[in-house]
């Protein structure tokens, strides 16, 4: 975390506040580094001393690391890490892969789906070293804005979400729903899609993109 | 989170040998198997259980579904609840054991869960859940907050006056009337537990919920072979359709013929303090014929026992028609 602070992305972040060029996430860390320089110019000196603490701390934890060899979106990664490292942890915080999204943390909303071995597992409720050896996808390895699953451009046609948080989630265990004995009507959509919670209410048109994508693939 | 050790056992044995030091394999217990962790990384991230060491038995040789020789089946303890569910001999022969599993959590959590795990699920209590709460099981000695307190979701059969604590797991119910076989493996040899004997009453020591020692692993559990010309189901009553612990449910194998009951198998969910099999259901069920009035009977008996508390009165009444209507849905009378 203290890394990323230093990133340049970062660090020029007052001089261009362009929203055209970025991406939300880029766009909402920069707006919270200006709030942060106009309202608090003083105490930059202060943080920066807390990260030195935190990057101490850090390397401090880092003894009881143990080395940890995940195969993520087909890419292999030699990793040291605190065993309590949840796989969702891992892939946010080590791999830099943030699609997947912290919502509860406790296994009951659904946003932190991943495929595991090809089937949807929550990556809070389980440590990554549970998972050597194991083929770890994430929302970055099923589709890329250049290139989208046909699940992710239903999603867009359906306009099957509102602020977006769930939606990575939701995607993940619908396109593994593709592949799972789901009856073919809205209900037993409904229950299979029951994992992901959507506080935005964009449930219709979940199930609409996910019955879309199956009635292409019938078609096709 | 508490720091812990990861071992990664290469065979049972290992696995065994890693835990036997272990001060209890009960609540509380220093040294844990983990496989789905779907239950103890959840109560880990709450402090509820606080292991120095973590064994991962889910590389562990223990994945397999067989069908055993006399026609029962073989479920190994890391089978996960997906695959259990969804096995052509369980669709066929168990059909209370698919629809059980089925009906609880979601799909991300049964394609994680294994059926040891599942057998070993822990309550929901919020009172044991919240280490800023009084609770006996968690805590022992220190109080239960949920007598008198927020006890709406908890049980009315098998309780204390140190623990109310519901035992929250649908697949249980159904190995509770499919009388199931838990296979233990041990320092000290292998066990073989009647899943009636497996969970323990909370009696004066709510902390222990099984009869598991240190080092105990349970390998697999099997079912005996399907009675002949069965109908099983299980029917689960919840505020939620879906991904909801259950209020009330029923677990019913029942075989008729004639318009007379030969032989049932009834246990109850979401009612009592361990899986709820009820032999006084089934005593009233047994050569009786199929008729509203047999099943009324049976669901009367079962509860006979019940001690609601000052929120879950209605359970006593809800797990009676519940049952009453598992067996309507099963002798097709309704």
């Known amino acids: ?220 | 989170m508490k720091t812990f050790q990861l071992t990664r056992p290469k065979d049972s044995a290992q696995a065994i040998a890693a835990t036997e030091r272990t001060k209890t394999a009960q609540q509380g217990a220093d040294i844990r198997f983990i496989a789905g962790g779907t239950t103890l990384i959840d109560l880990m991230k709450l402090n509820v259980e606080q292991p120095q060491n973590l064994v991962d038995v889910n590389r562990l040789p223990l994945d397999k579904i067989e069908a055993t020789p006399d026609g029962g089946l073989t479920i190994g303890a890391v089978v996960r609840n997906s695959d259990l569910a969804w096995h052509p001999l369980v669709r066929k022969n168990y059909r209370v054991l698919s629809e059980a599993i089925l009906s609880g959590a979601t799909v991300q959590i049964r394609n994680m869960a294994t059926t040891a795990g599942n057998l070993l699920q822990r309550t929901r209590c919020m009172y044991f859940r919240d280490t800023a709460m009084p609770c006996n099981k968690r805590e022992p000695g220190s109080g239960c907050g949920a007598i008198n307190g927020m006890n709406r979701g908890l049980a009315i059969l098998g309780t204390s006056e140190h623990c109310i604590a519901t035992n929250p797991s649908d697949m249980n119910v159904a190995m509770a009337a499919l009388e199931a076989t838990v296979h233990v493996r041990g320092g000290k040899g292998e066990r073989a537990i009647p899943i009636a004997d497996f969970h323990v009453l909370p009696g004066n020591t709510p902390q222990r919920e099984t009869v598991l020692e240190p080092g105990d692993l349970i390998t697999h559990v099997t079912l005996p072979p399907p009675a002949p010309g069965n109908r099983s189901l299980y029917l689960k009553l919840r505020d939620r359709a879906s991904y909801e612990f259950a209020l009330a449910s029923a677990a019913v194998v029942i075989t008729a013929a004639n318009g007379k009951i030969a032989r049932a198998r009834i246990a109850l969910g979401g009612v009592g303090t361990k899986p709820w099999r009820s032999t006084e259901a089934e005593a009233e069920l047994t050569d009786q014929p199929v008729n509203d009035a047999t099943f009324r009977k049976a669901a009367d008996a079962a509860l006979r026992g019940a001690k609601p508390q000052s929120q879950n009165a209605f359970k006593v009444e809800l797990a009676k028609r519940c049952l009453v209507h598992a067996l309507k849905l099963a002798t097709q009378l309704a």
């Open chain 1, 1 to 220: 975390m203290s890394d990323r602070d230093h990133t340049p992305e970062r660090s020029e972040a007052p001089r261009r506040l362009s929203f055209g060029q970025s991406t939300r996430r880029t766009f909402l860390s920069r707006l919270g580094m200006a709030g942060l320089l106009t309202t608090a110019g003083p105490a930059i000196t202060t943080l920066a001393q807390r990260s030195e603490k935190a990057e101490q701390e850090l390397s401090a934890a880092a003894k009881d690391a143990i080395p940890v060899t995940l195969h993520v979106n087909g890419k292999k990664h030699d990793l040291q890490i605190d065993p309590r490292t949840t796989l969702l942890d891992c892939l946010r915080e080590h791999l830099h892969l943030t699609g997947s999204k912290k919502g509860c943390d406790h296994g009951q909303c659904g946003a932190c789906t991943v495929h595991i071995n090809g089937r949807r597992q929550l990556s809070c409720l389980s440590f990554a070293a549970l998972h050597e050896g194991d083929e770890i996808t994430t929302i970055e390895g099923i589709g890329q804005p250049e290139k989208m699953h046909p699940m992710q451009a239903a999603f867009v046609t359906c306009d099957a979400y509102q602020c977006g948080y769930c939606t990575s989630g939701q995607i993940m265990s619908a396109v593994a729903l593709l592949k799972e004995p789901c009856g073919p009507d809205d209900a037993e959509v409904k229950e299979f899609m029951s994992g992901n919670i959507c506080r935005c209410g964009a449930y219709q048109n979940i199930v609409a993109a996910i019955q879309k994508v199956r009635q292409g693939a019938k078609a096709g």
